[in-house]
């Protein structure tokens, strides 16, 4: 396949494999996936114990050069209920795109896009990266604001690369794709860098970490194959439903991993 800066579309065609079929299987999905993702949200919140971080600030006190103070607490994060907010976005995201966002929901699909996915990711996917962050250490109020904008940065590229790249075009580029890659990759090296150089590490914070590694760049990789035409991914309906499978999965086992490690009552 060509690959430059630009594509065309007719205006009429309609993205590989998005069949009135398919649609229908996507929409059992959508409706399965909110009650997955909301029974989910509510075993943690009934579950889970108080166990809180605590987001730090170091604001200067003097001139530029002055010995930065010791962090001190600026609020806490309760973690059961960060991980319910989560998984109560992706369920109401699913099941808006399975009932009153339908007709846009599937004719976005026909266009080769999912605008829902992409806002749905900016907010739940930040707010795990978020947590990943905070379990490595990473609890600097400035530190966090970074890393979410780095990985709301990285989803919306995602979504550019859906925009650039309709169907019916003659061209296809990667760009959007690449850019978000390098922006995407800042927090895991930040995260990296805390748990390489912390003293003591809990067993579940690396487990957490091997895990979630594994899923936030499948994402990319299943957009990467989706772009490139591998297999069955040549048909945007099933890299849609990869989508969907990649999501509950990363955001399941990201839940009872804290949940094992740190929120058992």
Do not use: C
């Amino acid at each position: 396949m060509a690959h430059s800066d630009s594509g065309t579309n007719s205006g009429s065609v309609v993205a590989s494999g998005v069949t009135p079929e398919r649609l229908t299987g996507l929409r059992r999905w959508n409706i399965g996936l909110t009650v997955l993702h909301a029974a989910q949200a509510v075993a943690v919140l009934v579950l889970a114990s108080d166990f809180a971080i605590s987001v730090t600030s170091t604001f200067p006190e003097g001139p530029p050069g002055t010995r930065t103070p010791a962090p001190e607490p600026l609020f806490d994060v309760r973690i059961g209920a960060a991980i319910a907010v989560f998984l109560a976005l992706a369920a109401l995201d699913h099941l808006v795109t399975a009932t009153a966002g339908r007709r846009v929901y599937e004719a976005d699909l026909r266009r080769g896009i999912n605008r829902f996915r992409w806002v749905e990711y900016s907010f739940s996917a930040t707010l795990m990266v978020l947590l990943i962050a905070s379990y490595s250490g990473i609890t600097d109020i400035t530190a966090l604001v970074a890393v979410a904008g780095a990985n709301v940065a990285m989803i919306l590229f995602g979504w550019i690369q859906e925009r650039m790249n309709p169907p019916g075009r003659t061209t296809t580029t990667m760009l959007p794709f690449w850019f978000g890659t390098l922006v995407g990759v800042a927090p895991w090296i930040a995260i990296t860098v805390n748990l390489i150089g912390a003293d003591e590490v809990p067993g579940f914070v690396y487990g957490i970490f091997v895990a979630q590694l594994v899923f936030f760049f499948s994402f990319g990789l299943n957009q990467w194959l989706q772009y490139r035409g591998v297999g069955p991914w040549r048909s945007y309906a099933f890299g849609e439903q990869g989508y969907l499978v990649l999501s509950l999965g990363a955001k399941s086992v990201l839940a009872w991993q804290i949940y094992a490690g740190s929120l058992a009552t």
